[in-house]
C-alpha cells in the first residue's frame, strides 16, 4: 500500500483544516489507518485511528473534541478534519495503515505516507 498525506499549509490559530490521505496500490477496506504528527525535536505522537470499517475510532487526548477521522473506502482515501487549531499542532502529519485492530503506537502500523506540513500561526 502506497499512502499520500496532502491538505496541509499555512493556518492562522483557530482555523480548520482538512487532511487527506490517499492510498494506492491496495484497497485499504481491510486495514486501519492512523494519523500520526512529529514536530520538530520530538517524538512522533499518535492522534488516533479509525478502524478499516469505519464504524470505531480512537483519539489521544490532543485530538479530542478538535480532530475527527473520517474514511471513505470507495474513494481509498482516509481524512484528518482538524479544528481549533493551535500553535501546538504545527507538525509533519502523516497517515498509516495496519491490519485491524487499530494500534496506538507507531511500531505497529506497516505502511506509511510522505507527512504534509502543518503550520499554525499565533
Known amino acids: 500500500v502506497q499512502l499520500q498525506a496532502s491538505g496541509g499549509g499555512l493556518v492562522q490559530a483557530g482555523g480548520s483544516l482538512r487532511l487527506s490521505c490517499a492510498a494506492s496500490g491496495r484497497s485499504i477496506g481491510s486495514y486501519s489507518m492512523g494519523w500520526f504528527r512529529q514536530a520538530p525535536g520530538k517524538e512522533r505522537e499518535f492522534l488516533g485511528a479509525?478502524?478499516?470499517?469505519?464504524?470505531?475510532?480512537n483519539y489521544a487526548d490532543a485530538a479530542k473534541g478538535r480532530f475527527t477521522i473520517s474514511r471513505d473506502n470507495a474513494k481509498n482515501t482516509v481524512y484528518l478534519q482538524m479544528s481549533s487549531l493551535k500553535a501546538e499542532d504545527t507538525a509533519v502529519y502523516s497517515c498509516?495503515?495496519?491490519?485491524?485492530?487499530?494500534?496506538?503506537?507507531?511500531?505497529?502500523?506497516?505502511?506509511w505516507g510522505q507527512g504534509t506540513q502543518v503550520t499554525v500561526s499565533s
Open positions: 479509525i478502524t478499516a470499517s469505519g464504524m470505531s475510532t
Open positions: 498509516a495503515a495496519k491490519q485491524d485492530p487499530y494500534g496506538v503506537g507507531p511500531t505497529m502500523y506497516d505502511y
